[in-house]
């Protein structure tokens, strides 16, 4: 296990440039080789369909498959073998991101903007949407139920959901079982940039969608950039980077409940990063403490002990000056534990998901409170929003103009017309206009 570093730094002390580096994230991966790698992968995906999914599936996954499609007989098999427990908590963290999601349904907007000039913006569920739920080293049913319920609440007339098999060729049970909650009906057992090739370019067994969501790993991540890219009215969800958290805490917090938010985020992977922003030097140097404690009772400790290396311990003069450090660097997760942190919010931003006061885990986010845990990483939080219901649907403007709603406004559209050399614009009004005094 590689031993974490504990060195903290003191912000005040740090020149602009030093503070800019304290902040950097882990580089992501990115290279001409992993390019022309994911290319191939794409390139053989559009000319070989199916064929190359379960070739490319045996390659990478060590699994010939017999069929990509999870059959009805399959889901009830799974439904069958877990546990009531673990049933009834998938069903309670769908029925608590489903309540969240459910409220963020839109209305249409109608303004009558002058006499006679009506605008509406409306909004329709994307057709069709592709889930990518990541296997890697553990199941993942809460990515499925984040991005599955949204896309049941908005009525997407296609869902389709692709996962990597294990080396048996299967799909978790919680997975399949997660899926069917939120009424998908379309599961794959393909993963990696070959399973984003076929959403996006579509074989015989997998139709294209319109918007692929969900995280992955350097490969899926570099094939979404690729293809949303090359493929005319093909989307993705957000840019993504490995995950992160930031704690902001004072005097006041319990440095234990600090050290496990820390480690939390630390297992997901080596290239996670944690930080730490406290005025208490006290706080800082215990919650050091803890982490080395917690840290050997954890099954993932190898992991999280990598990203550890790289993790980041702040002191500054005040919380003020804390805030502005969470600020900078634009957090997908950020944790308040001090003694008052409702008077931060409206202080803080760029953030993906705020969890306030000492009882608010990172965690609870992730599977149940309700909250989506899709969120933009990599600093992205300055300009992306966490994934929301709004994210499976598409926005558009009706206008509707009476003969003297367009008299009304006709100066207007022909003057700036005139402003711009545009006559055939300018002629579409003027016509108008020559019509109606004709009759």
Known sequence: MMTPSYDTLQWQALDENARKDVLQRPVLASSEILSAQVASIVEKVQEEG????????????????????????????AKARLSAKRLQSLQQAYDQIFAFHNAQQFSDITVETS?????????????????????GSAPLPSTVLMLGVPAKIAQCDRVVLVCPPDKNGNIADEIIV??????????????????????????????????VFGPGNK??????????????????????????????????????????????????????????????????????????????????????AQALTHARYIKTQSLQESVEVSNSYGPEHLIVQTESP???????????????????PESAGDYASGTNHVLPT??????????????????????????????????????????????????AVSIRLETNNEQ
Not at 116 to 129: Q, W
Not at 183 to 208: M, R
Not at 234 to 242: K, V, W
């Open 219 to 304: 490969y899926v991540t570099e094939a979404k950039k690729q293809l949303s890219q090359q493929i005319p009215g093909f989307a993705i969800d957000m840019p993504a980077g490995p995950s992160e958290v930031l704690v902001i805490a004072d005097d006041k917090a319990n440095p234990e409940f600090v050290a496990a938010d820390l480690l939390s985020q630390a297992e997901h992977g080596p290239d996670s990063q944690v930080i730490l922003v406290s005025e208490s030097q006290r706080l800082i140097e215990q919650t050091q403490a803890a982490i080395s404690k917690q840290l050997t009772r954890l099954s993932r400790k190898d992991i999280a």
């Open 342 to 360: 409702q008077q931060l919010i409206g202080q803080l931003r760029n953030a993906g998901s705020i969890f306030l006061g000492a009882y608010s």
């Open 378 to 427: 990599y600093g992205y939080s300055k300009v992306y929003s966490s994934l929301s219901l709004a994210d499976f649907s598409r926005r558009y403007t009706v206008q509707t103009l009476s003969k003297q709603g367009l008299a009304n406004i006709a100066p207007c559209i022909l003057e700036l017309t005139d402003a711009e050399g545009l006559d055939a614009h300018g002629n």
């Open 178 to 211: 997660a899926a069917n909650l939120c009424n998908v009906n379309e599961i794959y057992t393909v993963g990696g940039a070959q399973a984003i090739a076929a959403l996006a370019l579509g074989t015989n067994t997998i139709k294209a969608v319109n918007k």
């Open 115 to 135: 006499p006679g000039v009506v605008c509406t913006l409306k909004s329709e569920a994307i057709e069709s949407v592709g889930l990518y739920i990541p296997a």
């Open 50 to 77: 199916d064929q190359a999914l379960f070739a490319l599936t045996e390659k990478f996954d060590g699994v010939a498959l017999k069929q990509l499609a999870i059959t009805e007989q399959q889901v009830e098999q």
